[in-house]
């Protein structure tokens, strides 16, 4: 029998397996850890960086096996370079989407629609690559500058009245609870002293500007995703959407902190994923288009290049 390449569900299996181990050891792995200097893993050979999913896999494996930098690259890109992959090395894959066009089976005229298949390559962490001499290859991180210096309350002062001018959100400061209310259109947030830290600060305000860009009149993600998951699962997905998609915010304003007295969701999603890994992309998919949505909303370009 002709051995198969690794189907799209049995590496989405591996990346689901993973982070479900690494939770139920207690670690959250979507929580970046945030450098300055190496923010958003990219391609070593390319230099674009990795987009949706990828990026949160990426971080988790870089966590995980302790790697140095984030840069990766393929096999092929590597030997290209006259590197080597160290032996036993463990890859990770790379999730991207390709456009097939096939007969559409609604009409009997030959006409085409296009459907998009998931498909996975394998990339190695530039860490687990050796020169042709067998030394460790260097990351040139020179010219990557986190976005925002200096005080992170000051900055999320400013992202506060600029998002709210430009999205309509108000931000309430009061009790002790951090929600986003769709009814109301409205965040919460606990006064400031309230929180343990500054990036607990920070990171619990993005975690709910993200909430807020899936109401009915920006990407209307809870109404779609209650259609078609269902309340529970859906729940779970937004939960999961907001946490990651803060994260990919966190990395651009250099906030790498936890989302404060936020752990019960957890194990009610954790749970869901177990019985279906593909809420996992779902969840990463929608991080990545709030994402994008909340710099467009603010007239910034996202950083992301594919
Ligand atoms: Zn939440």
């Given at each position: ?27 959250k ?229 936890e989302v404060?007295n936020h752990a019960s969701y957890l194990a ?39």
């Open positions: 029998m002709k051995s198969k390449s690794k189907s799209k569900s049995s590496a989405l299996d591996e990346i689901v397996n993973d982070l479900i181990t690494l939770m139920e050891n207690g670690v792995p979507w929580r970046c850890p945030w450098s300055a200097s190496d923010a958003m893993p990219r391609n070593f050979s390319t230099g674009n960086e990795y987009s949706g999913v990828n990026i949160f896999t990426m971080w988790m494996y870089a966590a995980k096996f302790e790697f140095s930098s984030n840069h990766w690259l393929t096999f092929k890109q590597a030997s290209s370079l006259g590197y080597k992959v160290i032996k036993g090395s463990k890859s990770v894959p790379v999730f991207f989407y390709k456009s097939y066009e096939v007969e559409d089976e609604n009409y009997d005229d030959g006409r085409k629609k296009l459907v998009k298949v998931l498909k996975n390559f394998r990339a190695f962490n530039i860490d687990q690559v050796v020169d042709e001499k067998g030394n460790p290859v260097k990351v040139d991180t020179s010219n990557s500058e986190p976005p925002i210096s200096g005080d992170i309350f000051d900055a999320m002062e400013k992202l506060k009245s600029e998002y709210s001018e430009k999205s309509g959100v108000r931000f309430v400061t009061s009790g002790g609870k951090a929600f986003y209310s769709p009814s109301n259109d409205k965040i919460n947030m606990p006064d400031f002293s309230l929180f343990d830290s500054e990036d607990g600060y920070a990171s619990t305000l993005l975690h709910e500007i993200l909430h807020s860009t899936g109401s009915e009149q920006r990407l209307n993600r809870f109404t779609k995703q209650n259609a078609k998951y269902g309340l529970k699962d859906s729940y779970a997905i937004e939960e999961l959407t907001a946490d990651i998609g803060a994260c990919f915010l966190g990395s651009y304003y250099g906030v790498s902190g404060e009610s999603w954790l749970k869901q994923l177990r019985n279906d890994k593909s809420l996992f992309l779902k969840a990463a998919a929608d991080a990545q288009k709030a994402y994008t949505y909340f710099f467009s909303i603010l007239d910034k370009t996202s950083k992301r290049a594919a």
